[in-house]
Structure formats: structure tokens, C-alpha cells
């Protein structure tokens, strides 16, 4: 079993599973799975810059003052 933090990479893993996958003649399954995994890396991608760009937005209302309850 794997443990976390382990030196197995995701790019490993996704390798070993598409060279394994032609090594038994799968080429569409070798393929498919490449293209998921670089499917699911440009969805990653594109989230976080969405999420760097809402907590941007929201530091930018963050008040440069405040008024301390009198």
C-alpha cells in the first residue's frame, strides 16, 4: 500500500497505468486514460485560477480603514 507523501507521484502512477495498458495491447484504454488525466489537469488548472481570482476580488473590498464602535 501506498502511504501519503510517499515519492510516488500522480504523473508516475498515471504512467505505470498507460504503459501497463499497452503492455497487455489496450491501446485505447492507454490513451483514454492519458486524455482524462490531461482533462482533469486543465480542470484543475482553471479552478484555482478561478479561486485566485474570487479571493482577489474580495481583498480588493477589504477596507483600507477602520472606525472603531464609539
Keep these: 500500500m501506498i502511504k501519503s507523501g510517499s515519492y ?3 504523473e508516475t502512477l498515471m504512467s505505470v497505468a498507460a504503459i501497463g495498458a499497452l503492455f497487455i495491447g489496450a491501446t485505447a484504454e492507454a490513451a483514454m486514460v492519458l486524455l482524462l ?30 472606525h472603531a464602535p464609539a
Design 8 to 10: 510516488f507521484a500522480i
Design 37 to 66: 488525466f490531461l482533462i482533469g489537469e486543465r480542470l484543475e488548472g482553471w479552478a484555482a485560477s478561478r479561486a485566485r481570482q474570487g479571493v482577489s476580488a474580495l481583498m480588493a473590498l477589504k477596507p483600507e480603514t477602520r
